[in-house]
């Protein structure tokens, strides 16, 4: 797979991400609705934390801002998990943005195999190539966009990969009804 195929992947998980903050207020995008605390605009933070990281950190290219929460010693535990009240909607989603300029000009200066090393993770399988840390990349934003797909259903039953694709099977609330009570009576029916 070339490059500009794994770049690509990793902007639409990106966008993906994104869209799910669009349309709701303050509140919604940080609140938690799960016991983890997992929030929308708390995952968008750890995303852009991470990928500052993996492709900046790990291949000499420092990402340029601070990122305070990251220091677990002096921040907390997971303080990249969520969002401070002092932090806005538009701090977070440009630095995310920043961060994108930052990885995609890593990605753009290095072949697929170009060596890293990324320093937390052990010795013995801290030495990655680019084409590893994008397909880790992708894979973690995916995860976490499948997280944010949860928080925005149970949030406002909002649901889909995109605005113009939402890959969706059905189309009405009384379909995704008939849907879930089929489940939920399988369900059921095997734990009797």
Known sequence: MSKSI???????????????????GEYDIRRPLVPTGTNLLGLVKHVASVEAGYLGDTFGRL?????PWMDAATAGVNADMWVTADESRDDITGLYRRVWAHSDATIA???????????????????????????????????????ADIIRELIDGAAGWRPATDNLAFATAEEFAVFHDRIEAAARQASA
Request: charged letters at 25%.
């Open 63 to 67: 990402f340029p801002e601070p990122l």
């Open 6 to 24: 794994l770049r690509e992947y990793l902007q639409a998980a990106r966008e993906s991400l994104l869209w799910k903050l669009e349309g709701l």
């Open 109 to 147: 200066m290095l072949d697929l195999g170009a060596p890293g090393r990324v320093p937390w993770w052990e010795p013995e399988s801290a030495d990655v190539t680019l084409h590893q840390i994008l397909i880790r990349m992708i894979s973690e934003t995916d995860r976490h966009c499948g997280q």
